[in-house]
């Protein structure tokens, strides 16, 4: 499934995580995202708490923009993105001898 970034600018300050998982927020979210085949990764936000960046994984754009509006989230751009992690990168170039790992 490709794995999407969503950009937001929040027209006024967002509240808090904690005050939106109390008031079940992340519950009608996650409902919402479903029904559009889409599952939201994790979030970052600014300082401000005004932007934020969300990965989510879902069948396409249209799917992410059909989650975040019935979840009345805005959205300025959405952008497949891949994974590149380099804790788990895997070279696929043999070492040459005498260098590389020692035993």
Known sequence: MPRYLIERTFPEVTAS????ARAGHFSALIGAN?????????SYF????????CI???PSPEA????????????DRVTEVQV???YFLRWHKKPVEGQGASS
């Open 64 to 75: 992410i923009r059909a989650a975040a509006k019935a979840n009345g989230w805005p959205v």
């Open 17 to 20: 995580v904690a005050q939106a």
């Open 56 to 58: 989510c994984d879902g």
């Open 34 to 42: 479903a029904r559009e085949g889409v599952t939201w990764v994790h």
């Open 84 to 86: 590149l992690d380099p």
């Open 46 to 53: 600014a300082p401000e708490r005004q932007r934020s960046w």
